[in-house]
Structures are given as C-alpha cells and as structure tokens.
C-alpha cells in the first residue's frame, strides 16, 4: 500500500514538472508578443498626430496603473487562485493588444493601453504559481529558469516586431499578432493539467525514510485548480512558514473565496491581505527593491547617449553592447540555481553579495576611461542584477509566507513601478550636470541598499535564532 501511495506521489510530482516547463513557455511567449510592441508605440502614437508632451502623458499611463493594479491583481490571485486570474489577464491583456490593433485615433490608443495597464499582470502570477509547486529550497532555481526563458522572448520580439513593421501597416499587424499570442497563451493555461498539482499530505504519509524525504522536500504544499487549499495557513508578515511553526502560532487561517462568490467577499479577503503586507515589517526589503530598481534604471537610462558623448560610440555599436548584455541578462538566469547552492541558499547573504556587486560595477562604469572596462563592467552587471532580482523575490516570499505569493509578488511589482516613474525624473535632473550623473546617483542609491541590508540581516538572522532558541 505503502508503494502504491508513493508511486501515486510521484506521478503528481511529475504532473507539476510538466505544468512548470508550461509555465515556462508561457513566460516565453508573453513577452515575445510584448516587446514586439514596446518599441513601436512611441512612433505610432507620434504617427497619430500627439505632441512630444501628450505622447509622453499617454506613455506615462500604463506605468501608473500598473503601480496602482499590481497588488491589487496579485491579491486578487490568492483569493480566486491562480487559474482563473492567470486566464483573465491573459485575456483582457489579449483584448487591449486587439483594440490596438485598431487604434487609428489617441483616444483609442488611450482605451487600449487602460485594459493592460491594469491586467497585464500574467508574469508576476506565473511567479506565484511557481511558488506554489516547488519547495523552498527549489525556488530560486525555478524562478531563475523562468526569469531566463521570459528573458529570451524579450530579445526576439523586437527582431520580428522590426522585420513586421518595414511592411504596410505593420505596427497594426505586429499588435494583432501579439493579441493573437495571448490567445495561445491563454489556451495553453486552460489546457494545463490542473488537477494534477493536488498532493493531500496525509494520504501520502510513506513509511520508508526515502519517500518522507521526497514528501519533505517536494510537498510542502497544494494547489487545488490554482487556488490554495482550505487547510493552508497565511504566514505571519514578518515571520517565515518555518519561524511560525517553530514557535507554536497558529497564524491566520485564510478561506478559499470562489470565482463565483460575492463581488463583496473577494474585496474583503483582497483587502485584508494587502493591509497584511502593508503593515508588515517588510518595509526593508521593499525599500531595497525601490533602491535598487532606480539605480539600475539609471545605468540604462542615458545609456546610448553616453556612450556617444565620452566614446564617440555609433549608435549601432551601442545596440551590439546592448543586445550583448541583455542576451547575459537572460542566460544569467540559469546561474541562479547553481549559486544558491554555493551559498547553500543563504539568500540574505546572496542578496547582500550581489548588490554590493552591482554598486561596484555601476561605479567602474561611471568612471571607465574606456570602451573595453564598459564591456567588462556590462558583462558582469548582467550577471549580478539577475541574481539580486531573483533573491529578493524569494526572500520577501520567505519572510511574508507563500500563501500570500500573489500580494507580494505584486507589491514588489509596484515598487518597482515606483522607481519606473522616479528613474526618468532623476536622470535628467543629474544629465544637466554630466553624462556620468546618472550612473553616479545609481551608485549612491545603491551605496545605500547595502548599508540597509548590512543593517537589517542581522536582525532577521536574530529573530530566526530567537525563535530556535525558544523551541
């Protein structure tokens, strides 16, 4: 009997695999069709007749609903589960890439940027769901891989988006194309063997030494139709799974709301879940985020300029650099599984290790005296933001519990929206002074996040000690 059980577990556990390697292509194809339309929007809505000052307003809108629906949506996932909010921005995202398609005024181009601006959310619950299938220490490898495999549809998008637009009409055909892409993508999770990520943890209690390991490590916990299960407990915010369990609480148990239940009802659980977020002690992690996100916004963000001005670079050269270091960006995402090991996935230390990387690379940018220390510097900055971005992530999922994955992905997602509006503001601000201002504020920013992690570690390492020390 005892066989039979164990067999049945695996048969899940292979089920999930195949659902995460979905996942996977899933990310793939999202932001293949994305960027195929990222870098034509500001032609076409300047080709529409919009001034320089309207076409920056109307730019500026998806940024700002974006910060404003991305918690909101990622909640939205914990509650309803992850299938039928991973289906519903995938179509509503399909549906303003269609409208799109059919923009040949501004104010339909406004109408068609509102629907993904607030929907377009399917990477961050994609993250979710993968938090839910795999264990902790599995995490960051998984997420690494999908950061990579999300990473390469970004560098082929534009190719195809470049090569569909030199024809007439082209920005509508590359639009009705992403649309289309969301469809597939939107089928493909329909289609994912849901059911097969159901793993009941008593049913499956193994005798053998080998299957409590496998139980151990690779079932700690359920998706039911990507919703959590009724007998799953939210972790405290300011305390992990195991800190809780190892000091006895209890913690909040959190009901499973249907689809289909009252529009009041999913309000209520969305907004008891942020206020759970928004009060918690996370604020150093999500200031770190902040801190972070704008330094390295203000590496890229006069990037080709500056290379012009202190190099005398072609803008051709600059996009070879460029498309070099964004292809390292995306291969670094297969790094992430093997260095977790290495540090034995000790994240805060990964994470402090790779932002004082990252803060000394932006420093030798700013300084190198040639094109050769740029490329060395672009090389390995790649590698080390990568990595930082895939650490935090897993350590706010650490600290605020992953029955909560969804509002914290999403929070994270709007501070990060956060630094998207601060970013552009503070590079031209510090371009009055010298092509070197932008880099040089990035290297203070982030002078800054490793002395709030230098900080802060300790005492996150403090409360997880004292907990031991109790039990």
């Known amino acids: ?34 960027s195929m339309i990222i870098p034509l929007l500001s032609h076409h809505v300047k080709a529409l007749g919009a001034s320089p000052t309207v076409a920056g307003i109307v730019g500026s809108t998806y940024g700002i609903l974006q910060l404003f629906s991305s918690t909101i949506v990622g909640s939205w996932s914990d509650v309803v589960g992850r299938r039928y909010s991973l289906l519903t921005s995938i179509l ?51 997420m690494g891989h999908f950061n990579a495999a999300s990473s390469v549809g970004f560098i082929l998008g534009p190719v195809v988006g470049g090569y569909l637009t030199e024809h007439e009409g082209g920005f509508y055909t590359s639009s009705f194309t992403c649309a289309a892409i969301f469809l597939i993508n939107a089928g493909l999770v329909w289609l994912l063997p849901w059911s097969e990520t159901i793993t009941d943890r008593n049913a499956t209690n193994c005798s053998n030494s080998a299957s409590k390991r496998c139980l151990d490590e690779y079932c700690g916990k359920s998706v039911q139709n990507g919703s959590h299960a009724n007998n799953h407990h939210s972790a405290s915010p300011t305390e ?46 999500f200031l770190v985020r902040l801190l972070m996100a704008v330094a390295i916004m203000l590496y890229y963000s006069n990037f ?5 001005e ?99 992905i999403g929070a994270g997602q709007s501070v990060t929206a956060v630094g998207r509006v601060l970013a552009p503001l503070l590079s031209g601000l510090t371009q009055e002074i010298s092509p070197c201002g932008p880099p040089s504020l990035g290297v203070v ?27």
Not at 10 to 19: N, S, V
Not at 120 to 137: G, M
């Open 1 to 34: 009997m005892n066989n039979q059980r164990c067999s049945t577990l695996f048969l899940k556990l292979k089920g999930r695999r195949g659902i995460i390697h979905c996942i996977y292509v899933v990310g793939f194809m999202d932001l293949f069709g994305v």
């Open 92 to 142: 509503l995202s399909a549906c303003g890439y269609g409208l799109l398609g059919i923009s040949t005024s501004i104010t339909l181009f406004v109408l068609a940027r509102i629907p993904v601006g607030l929907f377009k959310h399917s990477l961050s619950i994609c993250r979710a769901l993968l938090s839910d299938l795999v264990s902790e220490s599995e995490r960051p490898l998984v």
């Open 240 to 285: 992990t799974e195991a800190e809780r369990r190892a000091a006895g609480k209890p913690g909040l148990r959190w009901r499973e709301v249907s689809l289909l239940q009252p529009a009041w009802r999913q309000l209520t659980s969305i907004s008891s879940r942020i206020h759970m977020v928004a009060s918690s002690d996370m604020w150093d992690l």
């Open 304 to 308: 080709s300029l500056a290379m012009e």
């Open 310 to 408: 202190r190099f005398s670079m072609k803008p051709k050269m600059t996009g070879y650099l460029i498309s070099y270091s964004s292809t390292l960006g995306a291969l670094a995402g297969f790094l992430v599984g093997p260095v977790t090991q290495l540090y034995r996935n000790n994240m805060p230390a990964l994470l402090l290790h790779s932002t004082m990387l990252t803060c000394l690379l932006i420093f030798l940018y700013a300084a190198a005296p040639s094109v050769w220390q740029v490329l060395l510097t672009s090389t390995f900055f790649a590698i080390s933001t990568s990595i930082g971005r895939t650490c935090i992530t897993d350590l706010e999922l650490q600290r605020g519990g992953v029955h909560t994955s969804g509002t914290l």
């Open 445 to 471: 920013l982030a002078l800054a996040a490793v002395g709030l992690l230098l900080v802060r570690i300790p005492k996150w390492d403090g409360r997880a000690l004292a907990k031991t020390v109790k039990l």
